[in-house]
């Protein structure tokens, strides 16, 4: 997937989140981001077709309390028609993180809102990132006994 592509599908979410929250949901975002007015509303108008920045993309979702390549994900899901927890493979791939959160989420029933779900994931992230260090380490371990 191209970078314009990726760009279409995180403004059809972004577009999506500001209709959902409506009121107020651009001066939020004006206030979190940093980000003018002008731009803001320039983004949010469906005939906008510039290149916005990666980092800008990624200050947007965060100041939306959501996963970046989530909102893309829900942008390319909206754009086909789909249902936005398809099961499709043929999807982005999701961040283990923001999959491990939703199944259990779904096996729990648990609600939570995005600044918890936000909190969740970062633990997450940083649990993930120590298993991975250490599954490395045991796998060096292992590989060495091998070779001798």
């Given amino acids: 997937m191209g970078i314009a592509k990726t760009q279409e599908y995180f403004l059809i979410a972004l577009r999506d ?9 651009q001066k939020r975002l004006i ?28 200050l947007i ?9 989530e909102l893309v994900q829900t942008g ?4 086909i028609g789909k249902h936005i927890n398809s099961d499709d493979q043929s999807l982005i791939p999701m961040d283990p993180a923001i ?12 609600k939570i809102n995005e600044k918890q779900k936000q909190a ?4 997450l992230r940083e649990e993930l990132k120590k298993s991975e260090g250490k ?8 590989l060495e006994a091998f070779g001798k």
């Fill in 76 to 79: 390319k899901n909206l754009s």
């Fill in 17 to 25: 989140v500001a209709r959902k929250r409506g009121r107020g949901f």
């Fill in 99 to 110: 999959q491990l959160l939703h199944e259990a989420l779904e096996e729990t029933g648990v």
């Fill in 135 to 142: 599954s490395k380490d045991d796998i060096k371990k292992y």
């Fill in 61 to 69: 979702a965060e100041a939306c309390g959501i996963d970046y390549l």
């Fill in 120 to 123: 969740v994931l970062k633990i």
């Fill in 31 to 58: 206030i979190d981001t940093g980000k003018s007015s002008g731009f803001i509303s320039q983004i949010l108008d469906p005939t906008y077709s510039k290149k916005i920045a990666l980092e800008t993309q990624e």
